[in-house]
């Protein structure tokens, strides 16, 4: 069974209620909804979406003693307010955001999000998605296929990796990307596969990821009702960046910058901050799912309609 990252964190963060709307963006495998509906009961319900079809399979399956409290769309989460209106859903009392890859996708060779299993080059959520992370590695310009690993993987020998990628070509499968970064750059970076950075960026690029994170969070808060919550988990840093920098100025008041003596902005805070700090997960959890180490919980609770 997939375990959900910083489960008990979220439903305490969330604090679910009976008769209470709430969307899981992410649903995946279900974990975070099963708390949800559990500690909303009898009367909670729950929006999940992912835009995985084979991930709404395992939630269906996982959470359908929840019977009518349920509904699951296969949408991305920038969808989310056409999915409430379409349920009959104004405002909603809470809303998870978990940004990474469940376990069921990283264990599916077929899907090649993970460079330990051999896998054809794919990397997509939605098998609609147009381009795969085989047709980037394969067929895209070496400098835009550098800004992506540099941008989105934050990787800095991009450039000789894209080289050695070329010098390649055509590279199938993901064992044999990782192979290639591998013996670019060298064997272990720390604790992490040398290959991490470059799978996170073409993950990311494939997905439109960060385009979706930018998008997502100011639709977020507007759907909530005030006194509601907005959790997000993020798993590496550029996602929480994002996150951060988006709650810390919907927080504030003003947004002018520094040297601005009289505010002329106009900008109201939405919200209030439940997390200065990021939320990050307990001893324990790391023992128990090593993959948690970089999950980062924040959460702002709703304060205002402006």
């Not at 974990?31 to 909670?44: N, Q, R, T, V």
């Not at 269906?60 to 307010?81: N, T």
């Not at 977020?220 to 100025?249: C, Q, Y």
């Amino acid at each position: 069974m997939h375990v959900s990252v910083l489960y008990n964190e979220v439903i305490e963060g969330l604090q679910p209620k009976s008769g209470g709307c709430y969307i899981d963006g992410t649903v995946g495998a279900g974990g975070h909804a099963f708390g949800i509906l559990e500690s909303s009961s009898p009367k909670g319900e729950l929006l999940g979406l992912d835009r995985d079809p084979s991930a709404l399979n395992v939630a269906r399956e996982r959470l359908k003693e929840f019977g009518d409290r349920l509904h699951l769309r296969q949408a991305s989460y920038v969808e989310m307010e056409k999915a409430a209106r379409e349920i009959g859903w104004g405002e909603v009392n809470g809303i998870i955001l978990d940004l990474g890859l469940s376990s069921l996708q990283l264990e599916d060779a077929a899907r090649g999000f993970a460079f330990k299993h051999e896998g054809p080059l794919d990397m997509r959520f939605d098998a609609a998605t147009p381009i795969t992370a085989g047709d980037l590695v394969n067929g895209g310009d070496p400098d835009e296929l550098a800004d992506i690993l540099f941008k989105f993987g934050e990787e800095h020998a991009a450039r000789r990796i894209v080289k050695a990628i070329i010098n390649a070509r055509p590279i199938n499968t993901t064992q044999q990307l990782a192979a290639v970064v591998a013996a670019t750059v060298g064997g272990k970076r720390g604790d992490t596969h040398p290959a991490t950075r470059t799978f996170q960026a073409l993950r990311i690029a494939v997905n439109g990821e960060l385009e979706s994170v930018e998008k997502v969070l100011p639709l977020a808060v507007r759907l909530l009702a005030v006194g509601g919550r907005l959790a997000v988990i993020s798993f590496h840093s550029l996602e929480d960046r994002l996150v951060k920098k988006f709650f810390h100025r919907e927080a504030r008041d003003c947004v002018c910058p520094p040297e601005q003596l009289v505010c002329v902005c106009g900008h109201k805070a939405s919200v209030k901050e439940i997390t200065r700090k990021p939320i990050t997960p307990s001893e324990s959890e790391l023992r128990s799912n090593p993959r948690s180490r970089s999950a980062k919980l924040r959460i702002v609770e709703k304060i205002s309609l402006a």
